[in-house]
């Protein structure tokens, strides 16, 4: 059966332009030339009901950046030509110059050059932060809202800027090196919260899927109780004695850096409201209040 992409359709065995789709994706590389962004052409399909091949399916901006650089569009591999390919070049390079100019072809080099890089999660859904860069300023934002959609968490230009969570990272740790005593009275969350996340939403896909699978459920909340209620044991006074050891070596410090943070935390949980749980590496946690930031403008 032969692949129908979005804009064709087969008739007799042989691709055909499916003129109402081909009409949109003209429009969309127009768009791309005339400097919108992908994610607003994403947008404005979904607002005007477009809907992609899949039932009900919803535009992504990765959709139409994968369209802009789909060479079957322009004729290639037996495809009939739904634009020419220097309107095609044309919109692959405005496309580039706005990702240059974002910094988004960069954006995987800058976190992994942050000091929390993989060390941030959605404390709503268990997802990793991911740092992206605004028109004056970085901000970290769950990366489930780009994939999905959103957890609920934060609406699309929402988000946390990444010198606020410099700020309370450093605020917590010169707490503890200010106040040793502090790292045996910190209160204990309790141990494996993600994991905790996680199970809580396996339970749930589990409990919407039929029959065979909900003999799992009963495992899964057995395991979920017990990571509640685990006590600390010896695990947790030899880390504790790790950490204080640490904290003990150090004086107030005025820079994040990765080892820094590596050495002394184990995650960094952030909420809907704005408040960041730091994790210190025996599961103690200090919290810190930050703002979030609205309508964040792209750069």
């Not at 799992?216 to 947790?236: E, F, I, N, P, T």
């Amino acid at each position: 059966m032969l692949d129908q992409l979005y804009g064709y359709e087969v008739k007799d065995g042989i691709y055909r332009v499916q003129k109402k789709e081909a009409k949109i994706i003209r429009s969309v590389f127009n768009d791309i030339i005339e400097g919108k962004s992908i994610v607003s052409i994403a947008n404005d399909l979904n607002e005007k009901g477009i809907r992609t091949r899949k039932k009900d399916a919803k535009w992504y901006h990765g959709m139409i950046s994968k369209m802009i650089r789909n060479r079957r569009y322009c004729g290639e591999l037996g495809y009939p030509k739904i634009v020419n390919v220097s309107i095609q070049n044309e919109a692959i390079r405005c496309l580039d110059n706005r990702s240059f100019r974002k910094g988004r072809l960069k954006s995987s080099k800058r976190n992994k050059e942050s000091p929390f890089y993989k060390m941030i999660y959605c404390r709503n859904c268990g997802s990793n932060f991911w740092l992206y860069e605004g028109s004056e300023l970085f901000y970290w934002r769950c990366t489930a809202d780009i994939r999905t959609g959103g957890c609920g968490l934060y609406h699309r230009n929402d988000g946390i800027k990444d010198e606020d969570i410099h700020d309370v990272v450093l605020e917590a740790i010169n707490d503890l090196i200010g106040s040793p005593e502090l790292i045996m009275n910190l209160g204990s969350m309790k141990p494996n919260h993600l994991e905790i996340v996680r199970l809580d939403n396996e339970i749930k896909k589990l409990l919407q899927s039929n029959q065979e699978e909900i003999a799992m459920v009963g495992k899964l909340l057995k395991d979920k109780y017990q990571l509640s209620y685990a006590q600390y044991d010896a695990d947790y006074i030899s880390e504790t004695m790790v950490l204080k050891a640490k904290v003990s070596k150090l004086y107030h410090q005025t820079v994040i850096t990765r080892d820094l943070v590596k050495s002394l935390i184990k995650e960094i949980l952030i909420d809907e409201n704005g408040k960041v749980t730091i994790v210190f590496i025996n599961h103690q946690c200090i919290k810190k209040q930050v703002s979030i930031i609205r309508g964040i403008p792209h750069g």
